[in-house]
């Protein structure tokens, strides 16, 4: 079983129209996972049905007894991030301003302080609506995305691919070069990354490539809306070949891309051209590359 | 000397693990004693952000002469662990303990730079 993982560095590249048009293209082979917590939408377009959900718990936050509290107000006092505020004579914690270090704890004379694991979110396991099963999680208000969600729902999709022989999971990874995309990386047998021909675009293709190569991953390319700034395009395909990373394909700016979205749809199943022909051509070379490596 | 796997099991027979921080076991060969132990690893599921940096201490703390791993440890792992003498090879991911071992016998591995 194989794990490939899309990722972008910027926003906005067209990662997850991309990650979902390849999900279309080899539904009865993989199993899905969005580990794009923090901006997830690709049950947009691959409607899951969230036939499992299960809270998720991370990080930690204080809970004050009101019994055992006698109002010194040292907990108050101590708190560097204003999360503990006084009503009617008693203390309490806003849960949202907490970072669950407790400091607080430790400066209560009577104990009645205590930490308590906090609920980051929910996690599913669904169906979508092309039949292939998608692992994915919704947070909650001011719950950030973590390294041990990230390996919380790529271990449960690896389980589910697995158990239904399906050989491979495709992760729609994590922006940015932080803790989620580290962990979104590890593992991985390939990395697609997706880029534009932006001053951005390029920026951040390069930073999160640093990240790659640090992992010794193999990786491939789409330049996305290649045509919008081709002396910028020329300096990507410049990089891409310095850094021997497969070139698997570029699409152009096409409204057909908007339109696939406002339908709903995959771009692979709106658009019958040569968008189509393109990601087709690009996810068979992703295969045959994966298909081939034995270690990682 | 020591030589440490990341794996996801306990013997010979497991799989290495390709990950650093969250492996699930670390496996540990003397090649003096011959004998082959593990710590359990999979507490650090729980832990939020800095998997790889504690997973570097339990290294550190076990004092092996070299880590055969997969992808290798990430930016703030790889910081702490190239302050000691620890030599690392990569690209094990996907073959057992014992297939890795001869790997490494044979230098077949990519060095960590």
């Known amino acids: 079983m194989k794990e490939i993982v899309v990722i972008s560095g910027k926003g906005g590249t067209g990662k997850t129209s991309i990650t979902a048009s390849f999900s279309a293209l080899a539904a009865g082979d993989l199993v899905a996972a969005d580990c794009d917590v923090d901006a997830a939408d690709m049950h947009l377009l691959l409607k899951p049905d969230m036939a499992l959900a299960e809270d998720f718990y991370s990080g930690e936050t204080a809970v004050i007894d009101p019994d055992a509290c006698i109002a010194c107000g040292r907990c108050y006092e101590a708190c560097h991030f204003g999360a503990i505020h006084s009503a ?52 909650g208000i001011g719950s950030e995305n973590s390294g041990k969600l990230v390996a919380h729902v790529k271990k449960q999709a690896r389980a589910a691919a697995l158990a239904q022989g399906k050989p491979y999971v ?18 991985a047998d390939y990395v697609v990354l997706v880029t534009e021909p932006t001053v951005s675009g390029v920026h951040d293709l390069k930073r999160v490539y640093e990240l790659v190569k640090k992992f010794n991953i193999p990786a491939g390319c789409i330049i996305n809306k290649a045509d919008i700034n081709t002396a910028i395009a020329a300096t990507i395909r410049d990089f891409l070949e310095l850094e021997h990373i497969d070139q698997l394909g570029e699409l152009p700016y096409d409204e ?14 709106h658009d019958t051209g040569a968008l189509r022909e393109t990601l087709q051509d690009a996810w068979k070379r992703v295969r045959l590359h994966v298909d081939s490596s034995t270690q990682k | 000397m020591k030589i440490a796997f990341t794996a996801k099991g306990t013997d010979w027979k497991a799989e290495i693990d390709p990950r650093f921080g969250r492996t699930d076991y ?45 992808n290798g440890p990430g930016g703030n792992a790889a910081t702490v662990l190239q302050k000691t003498q620890l030599k690392i090879f990569l ?9 890795a071992y001869d790997a490494y016998k044979k230098g077949t591995l990519a060095t960590f730079a």
């Open chain 2, 91 to 99: 690209g094990a991911g996907g073959l057992s303990v014992e297939a």
């Open chain 1, 170 to 187: 495709l992760v729609d990874g994590s922006p940015g070069i932080g803790c989620p995309v580290v962990s979104s990386l590890s593992g």
């Open chain 1, 88 to 139: 009617e004579g008693f203390y309490a914690v806003d849960p949202l301003s907490c970072e669950g270090c407790g400091y607080c704890a430790r400066t209560c004379p009577t104990e009645a302080i205590t930490n308590h694991p906090g609920k980051a979110g929910v996690w599913y396991s669904s169906t979508t609506r092309l039949a292939f099963t998608m692992i994915h999680a919704a947070l």
């Open chain 2, 26 to 70: 670390i496996v540990i060969y003397d090649d003096v004693s011959k004998v082959l132990s593990s710590i359990d690893n999979r507490s650090v599921e729980d832990v939020a952000h800095g998997a790889g940096p504690q997973t570097a201490q339990k290294l550190f703390d076990l004092g092996p002469d070299v880590l055969i791993t997969g």
């Open chain 1, 256 to 269: 057909n891309v908007t339109r696939a979205m406002v339908a709903g749809l995959t771009i692979v199943e």
